[in-house]
């Protein structure tokens, strides 16, 4: 038989030990290992004092079962009020690892930038547009008649040769210049003309500065009264806005079949400013463009009445610019992809 104040001192013991345990406990999770050693239906302190009732003499067990009971209560508050403790301090500290410091300086977003042919191309766009020029896209495929016979370089003329070309078929090619364009425009409209023609070229070339792939932009205008002042003017003006206020510009005599007089057209170095240096080779000007006075016979091929309109064209590489602006010497850069290099480009 055992003795009533025994238990009742039993009582008292694991009372005591669940306060002296719970100063250890550090998170909600051990609160619940720790309250199921007592309070766990089956195997729990406190649920085993019950089963001591058969040990109680008669007239005890009531007063055995009302302690039991009441420590049980005590218990459930107890392990309740710690719980709601620990989990307030489990959230503060969540609260706190995961504060935002709105004040940092945010993490710099990468955008990507565009192509420095897509840059160029855009700029010299925006120039001439403002200048009142008007866009013209052709074709990359052409007919031998467009990018050669119609200006004025028939089968059999030496001129050919200063192109390489890939002929797709003996009449369609991949187009070796944009100046084929300017054909498809004198056709379809009738001066005054102003147009600017930008668009991909091909041409069996490949060293540093060639590739058999690269791109061109023309330019055409067509009125009456126009003359080779009317392309240096314009020219001049050109090239301040892309190359700086201080650009001068000359002209060279030159050759191309389809203008008449031909001009290189050179502008004055931008890097030495003249005086001479790497870029220029010492020269101190730098070739940009072909150009000329369109030639008669091209006009006339048109439908153009050449006695009473005249006009000048013009014709630029995009990546031969490119290469001057950016200090690229070799073209393949502008063609690899290479986020190393195009990175550092972004006008
Ligand atoms: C022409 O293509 C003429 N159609 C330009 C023209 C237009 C003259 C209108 C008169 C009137 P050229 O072959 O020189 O000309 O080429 C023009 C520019 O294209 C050159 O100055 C050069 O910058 C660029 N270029 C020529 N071949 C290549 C190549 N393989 N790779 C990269 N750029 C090239």
């Known amino acids: 038989m055992q003795d009533l104040n025994e238990l009742l001192a039993k009582i008292g013991e694991i009372k005591a030990e669940i306060e002296a345990g ?10 619940y290992e720790f309250k199921k050693t007592f309070l766990d239906s089956k195997q729990g302190k406190i649920s085993a004092l019950m089963k001591e009732m058969r040990n109680i003499p008669k007239e005890q067990k009531q007063d055995f079962g009302k302690n039991v009971n009441a420590a049980k209560e005590w218990a459930l508050s107890y392990f309740d009020e710690l719980d709601q403790k620990m989990k307030a301090e489990e959230l503060r500290q969540r609260y706190e ?7 940092m300086p945010a993490k710099k977003v990468k955008y990507g930038n565009l192509h420095p042919i897509t840059t160029v191309r855009n700029q010299l766009s925006d120039i001439f547009m403002s200048m009142g020029f008007d866009v013209f896209e052709g074709t990359e495929i052409e007919t031998d008649y467009y990018n050669f016979t119609a200006l004025n370089t028939p089968d059999d003329h030496p001129a050919r040769d200063m192109q390489d070309t890939f002929y797709l078929s003996p009449e369609f090619l991949l187009r070796t210049q944009t100046s084929a364009g300017q054909v498809h425009v004198m056709e379809n409209k009738k001066p005054p003309i102003k147009v600017i023609s930008p668009g991909k070229v091909f041409r069996s070339d490949d060293d540093a500065t060639h590739s058999p792939m690269f791109s061109q932009m023309e330019g055409l205008v067509v009125d009456k009264g126009i003359n080779l002042c009317d392309l240096k003017g314009m020219l001049t003006m050109f090239s301040k806005q892309i190359f700086g206020e201080d650009t001068k510009t000359r002209l060279r005599p030159s050759y191309f079949p389809f203008t008449e007089p031909s001009v290189e057209v050179d502008v004055s170095c931008f890097q030495c400013g003249g005086a001479g240096c790497k870029l220029c ?3 101190g000007w730098i070739e940009v463009l072909g150009a000329g006075v369109v030639n008669k016979k091209v006009l006339e091929n048109c439908g153009i009445d050449s006695n009473e309109y005249s006009g000048f064209a013009f014709g630029l590489g995009l990546e031969r610019i490119a290469m001057l602006k950016y200090g690229i010497n070799n073209i393949k850069m502008l063609f690899e992809s290479d986020l190393r290099v195009l990175d550092q480009i972004d006008d």
């Open 281 to 283: 080779k010492g020269t």
């Open 22 to 31: 719970s100063a250890e406990l550090t998170t909600s999770k051990a609160v």
């Open 97 to 103: 690892s995961e504060k935002v410091d709105i004040t």
